[in-house]
């Protein structure tokens, strides 16, 4: 079977909301081949402490790939500790130029509580405008959702479950069983 072939991995909404010195990272549950939902409990955001520094990452594709950047990051934060973003620009460094990681299909959210930043494999690291990032399949609806809540009284964390429902009711690779994490104030 070529790779044009197979039907591919989908099913991942990630968000991330910094409101009232909170910010809060949401992710989905579900996770699909094709037309099938072969898991709808996956747990897509987790909580790194490299050296007591608590960091919260979640992660959109291919799953191996975002746990071999998640351990990298970690060990990036070890080596810098206190330092996201600095933390961040390296493991995007090595991503955009190292010929193993070169070939992972993953895209990462990272917040200490402070920064909330975007990795990708092309060597970005992105500071999200309007304090709302989001990534993955349905990752433009819960965005749009999320920045059309951010005036609302919500806090961080209404926001994000109100913009993953929101996800979850339109993307049919978003389900609406969340794993959230949170950071801050």
Not at 107 to 123: P, Q, S, W
Request: hydrophobic content about 40%; glycine content about 12%.
């Amino acid at each position: 079977m070529a790779d044009t072939d197979f039907p591919g991995w989908h099913g991942t909404t990630i968000i991330g909301v910094r409101k009232g010195g909170k910010v809060v990272i949401a992710g989905d549950g579900q996770v699909s081949l094709g037309q099938t939902v072969i898991k709808g409990t996956a747990r897509k955001v987790r909580r790194l402490s490299p050296g007591g520094f608590d960091v919260v990452a979640g992660f959109a594709g291919s799953t191996a790939d975002a746990f071999t950047l998640l351990e990298r990051l970690e060990s990036k934060l070890e080596q810098t500790p206190g330092q996201l973003q600095r933390a961040s620009v390296e493991l995007a460094k090595d991503w955009r130029t190292d010929k193993y990681l070169q070939k992972l299909e993953a895209m990462l959210i990272v917040t200490d509580g402070k920064e909330l930043l975007v990795i990708t494999g092309a060597g970005d690291v992105l500071e999200p405008e309007h304090d709302v990032a989001a990534i993955g399949s349905g990752g433009n609806y819960a965005l749009a959702a999320a920045r059309g809540l951010m005036d609302s009284d919500g806090d961080a964390e209404q926001i994000a479950r109100k913009a993953m429902a929101i996800a979850a009711d339109i993307c049919v690779y978003t389900n609406g069983n969340l794993t959230v994490e949170t950071i801050g104030a």
